[in-house]
């Protein structure tokens, strides 16, 4: 299985949305609210909502695809995008996959295409939010060296829930020249 990435634009809104309201129902429609699933789905993955986020210098959307069919998305934000102000450093807002590709690859495949962009931003670290009973992601980033430093409130309609904070420290690609 051959995954391909590619970078997002503002002609691939529909596309965004699509898999973007797909991946998250799949990962959390079983534990929350038909309602607060459906607020959420509606606010964060509107045509008008995905398009200001497209248009912000500092976040970058990217597609994994699977044979030509997209798969799963990254979204990474830098500098003042962050969803918390974090010097020197990249979020990783979201990894999303199509459940019938977890464990194949796919979610690693866009984690290294954050790393590569982190190492070209040549921040020092790479940050997350995951909330805390996304058991699945949370095995994920630690098996990828993530470690919490934090939390903060995450609203999914009307339910306040919480995101651990993780991050992940990187030497600078010039370090490991000298290494």
Known sequence: MKISIEKVTTNDIQKLQTIGRQTFFETFA??????????????????????????????????????????????????????????DAIEIERI?????FHGKRVAQTLYQKAI???????????????????????????????????????WLGNDQQTDLLMKKELAHPNELNTL
Not at 52 to 59: A, D, I
């Open 30 to 87: 079983n534990v929350n609210t038909a309602e607060n699933m459906r607020d959420y789905l509606e606010n964060s993955f509107s045509a008008e909502k995905l398009r200001t986020e497209l248009n912000n210098r500092e976040s970058k959307f990217y597609f994994a695809l699977v044979d030509g069919h997209i798969v799963a998305y990254l979204k990474i934000n830098f500098g003042e995008a962050q969803t918390e102000a974090i010097e």
């Open 96 to 100: 999303y996959v199509l459940m019938a």
């Open 116 to 154: 590569d962009i982190a190492h070209e931003l040549q921040v020092s670290c790479i940050w997350l939010g995951v909330w805390e009973e996304n058991h699945r992601a949370l095995r994920f980033y630690e098996k990828n060296g993530f470690k919490a430093f934090g939390k903060h409130a995450f």
